[in-house]
């Protein structure tokens, strides 16, 4: 079955720094990857989405996210984070030929100035 | 443009009582979907829509029933709410096939 695993449930970083946040999934066929955001009290908004192509990919907010099949991850990336940065953020797995977009448990970004 | 609307907001219910969850899309998007969030859980899906008269369950479909009469909407009926229900509900739609989906801004259920 598919299933994404995101380890890392609450990450602490300082205004300035770099971050990554890790995403595993598990998929038979040819996965479509998303990482969403969300901010308290808010909806999610899709950063960025891998459907093919180059295995780097960007995202809005300075984003970006690299596919890596050997490793089954796709993990997030900023090279400088902003106190705005401090949500939660979700991996999510599908597929085209279905209609269901499966989420990861979410990772909590805390940012310190 | 509105986007997603979810109505209401806040909803506090007793055991046994009956609720709707309303979510309308002003996008003219074809593909609906309700999910819960719970901590630790991330999201589950509960029913998902592909068009007008036709839904499907999801991971977590039990105690919850969905109709889609129209493109815009697609209401979320509890028919008998228990303490397990008490989560935050959104509301996701997208055009076909894979995509991007926007969400609602979400309703905070909580069942005593």
């Known amino acids: 079955a598919q299933s994404v695993t995101q380890p890392d449930i609450h990450i602490t970083v300082s205004e300035g720094a770099s971050l990554e946040l890790r995403c595993n999934y598990s998929?038979?066929?040819?996965?479509?990857l998303f990482w969403y955001v969300q901010s308290p009290g808010q909806g999610l908004q899709l950063l960025l989405k891998y459907f093919s192509g180059d295995t780097l990919v960007q995202g809005i907010k300075g984003f970006e996210a690299e596919f890596k099949r050997s490793q089954s991850s796709f993990n997030l990336r900023k090279p400088s984070v902003h106190w705005s940065d401090a949500a939660e953020y979700f991996c999510a797995v599908g597929t085209y030929n279905t209609d269901k977009l499966i989420f990861g448990t979410g990772t909590r970004l805390q940012v310190f100035p | 443009n509105a986007g997603v609307t979810q109505t209401p907001k806040f909803q506090v219910l007793k055991t046994g009582q009956s609720m709707t969850l309303q979510c309308a899309q002003d996008?003219?998007?074809?593909?609906m979907s309700w999910y819960r969030q719970d901590p630790g859980m991330g999201l589950r899906l509960i029913h998902y829509s592909v068009g007008a008269g036709i839904t499907d369950q999801g991971e977590v479909p039990n105690g919850y029933n969905v109709s889609r009469s129209t493109t815009e909407d697609f209401p979320l009926r509890l028919l008998s709410a228990a303490p397990s229900q008490t989560s935050v509900y959104f509301c996701?739609?997208?055009?076909?096939?894979?995509?991007?989906?926007?969400f609602g801004s979400g309703t905070q259920l909580s069942v005593l």
């Open positions: 996008m003219n998007h074809e593909y």
């Open positions: 996701a739609s997208r055009t076909g096939g894979i995509g991007k989906l926007f």
């Open positions: 998929y038979g066929a040819t996965p479509y």
